[in-house]
């Protein structure tokens, strides 16, 4: 066997075993320990838990179980003594765990329950939580029935439960507990852009203009369509220009970003970041050039700053999201936080990004005025959710725990 080949198959290996290990592990924790648990299905996954399991584990006192597909996810090593996490990976190990799962209240971030690979527990009536990881449209971005198995989520905003009641309406599906909880992610952006920004030098010149360039992935996101043309057209006009590429483009279309460095890597006005996880660069840029990326509405209701849009098609998995007459706030928004320009007409870019920092002040108000509207319980909203997940954790445990008595 070759040796990279033999040294992959033996990782894969250890591995295995070590996921069998810890599901173990786990499964021999009493039902008291495992009345909160939540999934991550990648590193990231942390970004969108992190505000919520501070208050639950620290404010609340609750111990909760962590699970994770990823080997080295950093809440393995964790020294929070209320956090019990445990890697269960990503293939036949998980799939058993979750098909036979014994949990009171399960929280994920990972859509498409019972369509892919994770199942409902066929043992046990767990409660499936969802978190959102954007703040997105239910129906265009997300696949037909993305939602339809899980018992609550968690809404971002109130257009999410327009849609949902209207998807549910529709397909004539039972309804979901929804709860207002609001977006923990942007406030955890918010409060720590506030500190950035404070920590900033006076008077310092800021040289070329920064843009940054975050648009979402797939055949007709930004990267992929006209990624080049753009990127020069941005150093052509003097800007400093910053690529954050999508974690699923640096995965599934490693090429286009080789592309980008081949021809630019050199250049002393572009960067390339691909640890989305680092929010420097965000802070300290003038706009964000993106496509139909949540990441958009995250930069301008975090940092309080305009977005290009490039109109190219929409990103939609779902084909049937016409029969839901909601119109999606990334198509109804764009105006609100920015303005729109043509892929066909790219060479008109750097006037937008001048004409659009330079009227910043008169965005402002109407950033602010779209982010009341479109989200929940702004800067509260890890409080609001860790106080739910906690009661409705003691209430399924003394439920189910007077189930198995009878």
């Not at 404010?59 to 019990?84: E, F, K, M, R």
């Not at 929940?376 to 399924?396: C, M, P, W």
Request: aromatic share 10%; proline share 5%; net charge negative.
């Amino acid at each position: 066997m070759d040796g990279r080949y033999g040294n992959k198959f033996m990782g894969m290996v250890k591995q295995f075993f070590r996921a069998w290990k810890d599901v173990k592990a786990f499964k021999e924790l009493p039902a008291s320990a495992r009345r909160i648990v939540f999934y991550a299905e990648d590193n990231y996954s942390m970004a969108h838990f992190e505000e919520m399991l501070e208050c639950l584990t620290h404010q609340h006192d609750q111990a909760v179980c962590y699970l994770t597909s990823s080997p080295d996810d950093p809440i393995l090593s964790s020294d929070n003594p209320n956090i019990h996490a445990f890697y269960v990976s990503s293939g036949t190990v998980r799939t058993a765990l979750f098909i036979d799962l014994w949990v009171d209240l399960l929280v994920l971030t990972m859509p498409d329950l019972e369509t892919f690979h994770i199942k409902r527990s066929k043992a046990y009536p767990v409660h499936y939580l969802y978190v959102f990881h954007a703040m997105v449209s239910t129906h265009l971005v997300y696949r037909k029935a993305a939602f339809d198995h899980f018992d609550t989520i968690f809404l971002t905003g109130p257009f999410q439960r327009d849609e949902i009641r209207s998807t549910e309406s529709v397909y004539g599906l039972q309804e979901k507990t929804l709860v207002d909880v609001g977006y923990p992610r942007l406030d955890a952006l918010r409060r720590d852009f506030l500190t950035w920004r404070k920590a900033q030098s006076p008077g310092v010149t800021k040289g070329p203009l920064r843009v940054i360039v975050a648009p979402s992935w797939g055949k007709t996101a930004v990267l992929e369509t006209c990624g080049e043309e753009l990127v020069s057209i941005l150093l052509d006009a003097g800007y400093h220009v910053t690529v954050r590429p999508h974690p699923m483009t640096t995965k599934q279309t490693p090429q286009v970003l080789d592309a980008l460095w081949k021809e630019w890597g050199s250049h002393e006005r572009f960067a390339m970041e691909t640890d989305v996880r680092d929010k420097t660069t965000l802070y300290g840029s003038d706009v964000m050039i993106s496509d139909w990326s949540g990441v958009a509405l995250e930069y301008a209701f975090g940092c309080e700053k305009p977005v290009i849009f490039i109109d190219v098609p929409k990103k939609k998995n779902n084909p049937e999201a016409e029969r839901i007459t909601e119109i999606p706030v990334e198509v109804s928004i764009r105006q609100r936080v920015g303005r729109v320009v043509s892929p066909d007409r790219l060479q008109e870019v750097p006037e937008a990004i001048n004409r659009i920092v330079a009227d910043q002040a008169s965005f402002l108000g109407e950033i602010k005025a779209a982010r009341d509207e479109c989200v929940f319980n702004l800067d509260q909203s890890a409080t609001v959710g860790a106080r739910y997940i906690k009661e409705l954790a003691h209430q399924l445990h003394k439920q189910n725990a007077s189930d198995r008595s009878a």
